[in-house]
């Protein structure tokens, strides 16, 4: 063996480094999106589709506003937007008639319930050491006040409804009693529009 071999034999051989885990939890950098005209990434929004006029639709918010409901729910309860039911009122004079009338029809509804709850009273379960023991009548003289402002603002309102109704009876007689589309609705008797709101609903569903 020569000099050179033995040299190489005697050195001893390092063992090899073990491998660096990898670090599996790194989230991989984020791809960066481009704005180009046309990609999927792109944020721009379109405005919604307008919804289609139906008959069913024009009766659901007539009939929701008969019920008492406002213009937004009863457009709702159509399946439309307030604005797309805005549009439509604004641009046909029948249906801006029809939902008048069905308006104060709600009215009617609702003033009937408020006068049953202050005059007639609504019955409250009545409750002792968590147990039901019967009921109790209640009734609501905040309601009463507000029918009674609404129906005789000259005596009950307040000062400012008082003269909103002298200036109204004054516009009355100046103009010979004769007022726009809302004061002739409401000049009619509650059968009377009822029957108004349904020849409409008739001719809408025909």
């Known amino acids: 063996m020569t000099a050179a071999r033995s040299c190489r034999a005697a050195t001893p051989v390092a063992p090899d480094a073990p491998a660096k885990p990898v670090d599996t939890s790194a989230k991989p950098a984020a791809r960066k999106t481009g704005s180009k005209i046309g990609s999927k990434s792109s944020t721009d929004k379109r405005a919604p589709a307008p919804e289609r006029r139906t008959a069913r639709r024009e009766t659901a918010v007539l009939d929701a506003l008969s019920e ?37 029809a709600g009215a009617d509804a609702l003033e009937d319930e408020a006068l049953r709850r202050a005059v007639d009273g609504v019955d409250e379960p009545v409750f002792y050491r968590g147990e039901r023991i019967g009921t109790a009548r209640k009734y609501s003289d905040t309601l009463l006040m507000f029918l009674l402002r609404s ?6 309102g307040t000062v400012a409804q008082k003269k909103a109704s002298q200036d109204s009876a004054d516009d009355a007689a100046v103009h010979g009693g004769v007022d726009e589309m809302g004061a002739t609705v409401r000049d009619l008797s509650p059968t009377e529009r009822r029957q108004r709101l349904a020849a409409i609903l008739r001719v809408s569903e025909g």
């Open 68 to 104: 008492g409901a406002s213009l937004k729910a009863a457009a709702v309860a159509a399946g439309i937007r307030p604005a797309t039911l805005a549009t439509w009122q604004a641009g046909d004079t029948r249906f801006a008639a029809a939902i008048a009338i069905a308006s104060e």
């Open 151 to 156: 129906r005789r603002p000259e005596i009950y």
